[in-house]
């Protein structure tokens, strides 16, 4: 969405030309009946003439929800909230605003997003979204789909790790790059039979993300965002995506897209900014990330989605 005039053509191209090289070994874009392409698992919504994509019709002071990103975006570098961004969340919910975040994240959400200041959560990217405690939307992977995968990126070395309600199902040690998880399992994948939320991998190489499109059923999508100890390729069901899981909370409480805001900074961020009403980008985003933006905040050190609220809620 071009954020002077909030049309989408003009900036939708932009990001395109923005986007990793097509010739790129780990580039794939497909396209289905959602109108959609995936650029390396990135869902990126693209124009249509028929589809309503917000932002020109949008307006703050029709605001019923929010959503926001966790890591790089809510949450400041060292993964705390601050008492500043606390406040201004529970101010827009007494004034009646539903307070949603998406993340990649699973059951690690909770320690750095405490449940009661949200009325709605979405986690593993949109696998699986809450009203409370009441699940409104899931989508898995079924392990018979996982486990061909998973045993031919544990042959080739790889680190891999199936994850579902909080356990980490494993080929390594989990705890040693992520030191707060403590429920993994190390397991044989030829054994394995649990559905899984989300399947990732850390720091894959351009020769790993070559591999994984090579074994990757249609059914699922691959995305790479950043992490902690560099970057982390997560794959998911093709239905598991933020801007569907919003979709899905929104129609729940009769929410119009139009009447949401949405927060980010990464790559799967990109579609549910697209969907939403208004979608804002914190400073210290990916350059893909503010050219789809209607407007830019402040960064996540200096609590700019707090900000933002505060100025225009």
């Known amino acids: 969405m071009d954020p002077t005039t909030g049309r989408i053509g003009q900036k939708q191209t932009e990001v395109a030309s ?3 090289d097509a010739s790129a070994p780990w580039f794939t874009a497909k396209t289905d009946s959602t109108n959609t392409a995936s650029v390396a698992g990135s869902m990126i919504a693209q124009p249509d003439d028929d589809v309503n994509m917000g932002g020109s019709e949008a307006s703050i002071m029709d605001t019923k929800m929010i959503v926001t990103d966790l890591d790089g975006t809510l949450l400041r570098t060292d ?25 990649g994240r699973g059951g690690s959400s909770d320690r750095v997003a405490p449940a009661e200041l949200f009325d709605g959560r979405i986690t593993m990217n949109g696998a ?32 891999i790790t199936s994850e579902i309600s909080g356990m980490h199902y494993s080929n390594f040690n989990v705890s040693e790059l992520w030191a707060d998880i403590a429920n993994y399992k190390m397991v ?10 989300k399947i990732y991998i850390p720091n894959p190489s351009q020769e790993d993300k070559s591999f994984i499109q090579r074994f990757l059923p ?17 794959i998911m069901h093709k239905e598991a995506t933020k801007a569907k899981a919003i ?21 799967n961020d990109i579609e549910m900014l697209c969907d939403c009403g208004i979608g804002v980008a914190v400073a210290n985003a990916i350059d893909e990330v503010k050219a789809v933006a209607n407007q830019i905040c402040d960064t996540n050190e200096n609590n700019g989605v707090a900000k933002w609220l505060e100025e225009n809620m």
């Open 18 to 20: 923005q986007l990793p």
């Open 79 to 103: 993964k705390t909230m601050s008492e500043q961004t606390k406040i201004a969340l529970s101010k827009c919910r007494r004034s009646g605003i539903k307070a949603v975040y998406a993340t």
């Open 128 to 159: 699986v979204a809450k009203s409370g405690d009441t699940i409104i939307h899931d989508c898995l992977i079924p392990f018979k789909i996982a486990r061909p995968l998973l045993l031919a990126c544990d042959e080739r070395g790889m680190k």
């Open 188 to 197: 044989d994948f030829a054994q394995h039979d649990k559905d899984a939320e």
């Open 218 to 234: 249609y059914e699922l999508y691959f995305v790479e965002t950043a992490d902690i100890n560099g970057f982390l390729g997560q």
């Open 247 to 267: 979709t899905a909370l929104a129609q729940y409480w009769d929410i119009s897209q139009s009447e949401i805001v949405a927060f980010g900074d990464d790559y």
